[in-house]
């Protein structure tokens, strides 16, 4: 992805878990998306759901302790 991709994507982030309050949503990623969550983000728990078009529905659940 590029510098521009990841802030934009960045921001999308931040502001679907704005305030703290919400750390699990449902959120259409890129296959390129997902793995950079996955890879930069701390305790991130991604979990496929169900394709749309030339992307998938994701859960993302933030803060998630290690099983």
Known sequence: MTDREIAALEAA??????GGELR????????E?????ALRWERVRLTAMSPSGDKMWYT????????
């Not at 998306?33 to 969550?37: D, G, H, T, V």
């Not at 993302?60 to 099983?67: F, G, M, R, S, T």
């Open 13 to 18: 982030l931040s502001s679907a878990f704005q």
């Open 24 to 31: 699990r949503r449902e959120l259409r990623l890129t296959a």
């Open 33 to 37: 998306e997902a793995e950079y969550l």
């Open 60 to 67: 993302v659940e933030l803060n998630v302790l290690p099983a």
